[in-house]
């Protein structure tokens, strides 16, 4: 609803009350979502959401030229989503499994507890996401006809999800099960496992020559570090 695709006439109409108008401040607007939802699972109650409206997305909303930022918008909820499946939920997993392996490298043990568990540190991470969505976007779209600046508030915002993710991981550790003589042990594996994750994430995801100035500048880091 906030960012109708306009290229498509069966895509979801803008609200009335989400029109904008010509003597609206260039900032302060907010737009506020409600909706009260029925039912007896966890989705049941009266949520809300107030998300700002900065100059250059209201110039957009505007203009109803709202497609490019539908799409950036699309790809960060799926970057977020592969994030979270990808990084966030096996480190968890691991924590609460006390990160046993195998020769083969395998996982040796990931009941059904566990991953239950490790599932809720992913829903977690989610809603941290979501907090400072729209402001971490709002970065992208006023500079999204720079290409490569755009791409480095992306990488930024990668960062970002890496430290998110590092917060929900760390909790996991302090609430998983796990035998003092073997906690150090875990807290090494998990942090191993969360690092692999996220730099193969980036692999796939940053533009290369980030990806490589990023990987230079821990490398210095760790050097200096020793």
Do not use: N
């Not at 737009?31 to 049941?44: C, D, H, P, S, Y």
């Not at 700002?52 to 539908?70: F, G």
């Not at 875990?186 to 690092?195: E, H, I």
């Amino acid at each position: 609803l906030l960012f109708p695709k306009s290229s498509d006439p069966d895509a979801a109409r803008v609200p009335l009350l989400q029109e904008t108008a010509a003597d609206d401040p260039d900032s302060g607007l907010e737009v506020v979502a409600r909706v009260l939802v029925r039912g007896q699972g966890k989705t049941e109650g009266w949520f809300e959401r107030r998300i700002p409206i900065s100059r250059t997305l209201r110039h957009l909303l505007r203009s109803r030229k709202t497609d490019p930022v539908a799409a950036l918008a699309a790809r960060r909820v799926e970057d977020a989503g592969e994030f979270a499946r990808r990084v966030v939920f096996p480190a968890a997993l691991a924590a609460f499994t006390g990160a046993p392996r195998t020769e083969a490298g395998e996982r040796a043990r990931d009941d059904d507890g566990a991953k239950a568990r490790a599932g809720r540190e992913r829903t977690l991470f989610d809603t941290l996401v979501d907090e400072t969505f729209f402001t971490a976007l709002d970065r992208e779209i006023e500079v999204m006809d720079d290409t490569a600046a755009a791409e480095k508030v992306r990488f930024d915002w990668y960062l970002d999800l890496r430290d998110l993710g590092r917060r929900v991981v760390e909790r996991a550790l302090v609430d998983a099960p796990d035998a003092a003589a073997r906690r150090w042990r875990t807290r090494v594996r998990v942090a191993d496992l969360y690092t692999g994750c996220f730099v193969r994430f980036l692999d796939e995801r940053a533009a290369p020559d980030l990806v490589a100035a990023w990987r230079e500048r821990q490398d210095r880091e760790q050097e200096e570090d020793a």
